[in-house]
């Protein structure tokens, strides 16, 4: 039996596309998330810019980009709506007036003590099958991020 690479590329199913398998991931992690999002008033990309700033408090806006892989055009809105709720401050940095340094208020931190309370999504793998899906879906981003280098 051929595995799905060697299909011809007349033969191929939307089902045997690996960025539709990702994409469709996402989606169901969107879905699995939306109550806790709820709970926390919270949209999914503010969701991981607080989880980021949670695990380093105090970072750039330009830092904090890279992390989460989204441009200016894109962070910057979010950064300010998040703001406007009370959950972080936006200080240009005293060292480098160029740079804007995003740190967590007492209600971002809190954010975390009600998250952390909250039920987790649960993704139905074992501990091992999720550490090799993780690694595999970083890898395959990381191959990716490269490819698009590589063909600039």
């Given at each position: 039996m051929?595995?799905?690479d060697q299909l011809a590329p007349e033969n191929l199913m939307l089902s045997d596309y690996l960025c539709f398998a990702?994409?469709?991931?996402?989606?169901?992690?969107?879905?699995?998330?939306?109550?806790i999002l709820e709970e926390l008033g919270l949209t999914y990309p503010q969701y991981i810019a607080i989880i980021a700033l949670w695990e380093e408090d105090n970072q750039t806006v330009s830092g904090l980009g890279a992390k989460?892989?989204?441009e200016s055009?894109?962070?910057?809105?979010m950064l300010k709506k998040l703001e406007a709720m009370g959950?972080?401050?936006r200080q240009r940095d005293p060292g480098?007036?160029?740079q804007v340094r995003i740190s967590l208020t007492k209600s971002g931190r809190r954010l975390r003590e009600k998250a952390l309370k909250?039920?987790?999504?649960?993704?139905g793998l074992a501990p091992d099958e999720f550490a090799k899906i993780q690694t595999s879906v970083v890898a395959l981003r990381n191959n990716?991020?490269?490819?698009?280098?590589?063909g600039e």
């Open positions: 051929k595995s799905r990702v994409y469709s991931a996402n989606l169901a992690f969107g879905k699995a998330y939306k109550p989460l892989f989204l055009n894109t962070l910057t809105p959950y972080l401050e480098d007036e160029r909250m039920n987790p999504v649960e993704t990716l991020i490269k490819s698009v280098q590589n």
